[in-house]
């Protein structure tokens, strides 16, 4: 269960890799995968049967079953009622979503979650919240090590649900401030940075959202110490969550998620205002 109270450093790649989590979360799926066999067969069910009756292939519900694929939300709900279990399978619906993200990544992606305010500063890439289905499954095929290509399926299925936050209701309020290098960097091609910033210029006409850009030209720069995002819940907490090189921290210290908070507020003055950043992508896709 998530802890709202803590700080700490996430193992090393190492070390995630040796406990066999860091690339999909494989222990949660393959303990998800023996119960859902399990309750299929005191069921009397075989794989087709039950796949029929939740909507699936029988080679889903064997990928399921072996850990290879992370079921959705939907399909634990219908299989509860289905195989009449009780809610033992949905009891690890939350798990097993955050088994989608890698290890370093599932403590900020619960929060992310149900932020109500989300503010994030992006340094080297389009922020994952911003991404389109082509620029994330560019970006994670650059990823090295390299990553499997059911990973990078998995992978950009997962950032894609993250973005479900935009139609969230109520709607949170949300802002990025993105350093203009992001914006001339053509990862994936001309047609995948083109499609990137037209997705920008729409997102950014969300009435909360507002995106700004660093220019290149600042003399001042309050966000050298790195790329970081700044959350507040429902309930008035205020979380800092720092990522470098895969090594992640989730903040919740006050003195330290001050000091972020400080940087963003310096960041959101030293940038090109929302509008101002949008007649700049504008110019760039002209341009080109």
Known sequence: MFRWRYERE???VEERRAEGEYESGAGILHVFGRQLKLCRERAGLDRAELGARTGYSASTIASFEQGRRIPPPR????ADEVL?????LGAGKD???RAQYPA???DAAALEAHAVELHVYATQAAPGLLQTEEYARA??????PLLDDGVIQQRVAARLARQEIFVRRPAPHLSFVIEEAVLHRPLGGEGVWRGQLE????????????IQVMPLSRVEHAGLAGPFTLMETVDGRRIAYTEVQ??????TERGKVREVEAAYGSLRAQALTPAESLSLIEKLLGER
């Open 199 to 210: 997705h920008f210029l729409l997102t950014g006409e969300r009435r909360n959202v507002e």
């Open 84 to 88: 009449d279990t009780g809610g033992l």
């Open 10 to 12: 996430v193992p090393s």
């Open 104 to 106: 370093f990544f599932r």
């Open 246 to 251: 895969g090594d992640s921290r989730v903040h």
């Open 95 to 97: 798990e097993v979503a």
């Open 139 to 144: 970006v994670f095929a650059m990823w090295r």
């Open 75 to 78: 399909f634990i709900d219908r």
